[in-house]
């Protein structure tokens, strides 16, 4: 393995898990997501999830007040309360989560017990589970992870023989890649998560399971204990990653790779023209990836083999090194890969090596910019359609186009006094 492993601690600048209500909530529209935290909770959810507060909205936070902080009120009959008036008034929901939060775990507030209980009380009309989404225990996409593995004990059982897809795509993305697999033999594909939180896929011996995402290690160790096969596989981001991808799986079905030549060759040698105009960009740029969602590895390997970027330093706030073999192997030899974070120091290497891209997330974005280096805001590739092998153009577009743009600004934050501009 030729990266360049390394770890570092110290002060984060990362999302905690609870940001990733804001995508899982759109995927199942009949789920609710009670945070059972603090009002630092609720304005971070609402930050995040911008102008979504005022439609209806399939989430909310359950504030701890100082009274259940202090242990003056019994928590666990507050949270009752609150769960059944929401249930009352919001009769469509059919799934809720509690997620556990800083505060909830540190007065060590059992929400597995309430869900539990919840659960005898209201007879299966609604599914209560329940996971962390924390800052102490999980960063951004972890909540995903924690989400699906609370989903664990109520998929079914089959065994059926099927490919089932684990990890939130965009909706397209997903019909797209579910008729390319059937067009290639796979008959059933299911997802986890499905569209409704009800409609919950069975697993067993007889599954096989790709992960979209890089960030699922929790849910893909739940599949595997219910017995189905997780392949190993890069990650569907550009489309050799995605091209591999899916050969993975063809393979596990013994499908004849001629006949998946035949319906992928085409799609790659589109993917290979819309990504042409975004290499002349990007080709030769150096880029730093500062960790936030563990997608950065994935991102890198396409950045550095398709775009043709060079890459000063990959960060990531986990690395599961079996999840993400195929991937490491992928990098070049020597690559940089900083588990964790120190971000004076992070910063302080992002300014000695002056990278022409740099990607953070929104917190550092401006200050960074405002010293001249240019960023691209990684949160936006978690909400962008950004998988499969049609999707490399756009994927490679997002971060052509923060450097397009410098482009177009640099003559104005630098205007040379050799060509004053001449007012009339
Ligand atoms: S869960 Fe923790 S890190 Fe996240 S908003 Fe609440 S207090 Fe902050």
Redesign the pocket.
């Known amino acids: 393995m030729g990266a360049n492993l390394q770890k570092e601690s110290g002060p984060r600048e990362v999302f ?1 898990g ?1 940001t990733s209500i804001v995508w899982l909530h759109r995927r199942m529209p009949d789920a609710f997501f009670l945070v059972v ?2 009002r ?2 609720a304005h ?1 959810i609402q930050s995040a999830a911008g102008v979504m507060i005022f439609a209806e909205p399939r989430f909310g936070t359950a504030i701890l007040s100082e009274r259940d902080l202090a242990g003056l009120a019994d928590a666990h009959d507050e949270l009752d309360r609150v769960a059944k008036e929401l249930l009352q008034r919001r009769p469509e929901i059919r799934t809720l989560f509690l997620v556990g ?3 909830s775990e540190v007065i060590k507030l059992d929400l597995a017990r309430a869900a539990e209980r919840l659960n005898d009380e209201l007879h299966g009309r609604v599914r209560v589970v329940n996971y962390s ?3 102490i225990e999980t960063t951004f996409t972890d909540g995903e992870d924690g989400a699906l593995t609370a989903l664990g004990p109520l998929l079914p059982s089959t065994d059926e023989r099927q490919l089932l897809l684990v990890g939130t795509l965009a909706d397209a993305v997903e019909d797209r890649l579910i008729h390319l697999f059937t067009r290639l033999g796979i008959q059933t594909v299911r997802s986890l998560p499905p569209r409704q939180s009800t409609e919950l896929p069975p697993v067993g011996p007889g599954t096989t399971v790709l992960l979209t995402q890089p960030f699922l290690s929790n849910t893909a160790r739940m599949l595997r204990d219910r017995g189905a096969r997780v392949l190993s596989a890069p990650f569907p981001l550009g489309a050799e990653g995605s091209r591999r991808w899916m050969e993975t799986a063809c393979r596990d079905f013994n499908l004849p790779a001629d006949r998946v030549a035949e319906v992928l060759d085409p799609l790659e040698r589109r993917a290979h023209q819309a990504l042409a105009p975004h290499r002349q960009i990007l080709q030769g740029k150096r880029i730093v990836l500062l960790p936030e969602s563990q997608l950065e590895l994935s991102l890198a390997r396409f950045l550095q083999r398709e775009c043709g970027m060079e890459l000063v330093e990959v960060g990531t706030p986990y690395l599961n090194r079996e999840l993400m073999a195929e991937e490491l192997a992928l990098l070049p030899e020597g690559t940089t890969v900083m588990e964790g974070q120190h971000v004076d120091r992070q910063l302080d290497r992002v300014r000695d090596s002056h990278p022409d891209l740099v990607v953070c997330g929104m917190g550092l974005a401006n200050p960074l910019e405002a010293e001249g280096i240019t960023t691209k805001w990684s949160i936006e590739l978690v909400f962008s359609p950004i998988h499969g092998i049609d999707q490399a153009g756009d994927l490679a577009e997002l971060f052509s186009r923060p450097l397009r743009r410098r482009q177009r600004i640099e003559p104005a934050l630098h205007p040379t006094t050799l060509h004053p501009t001449v007012h009339a």
């Open positions: 905690c609870l935290g603090s630092t909770c971070l939060s800083c505060p989404g924390s800052g």
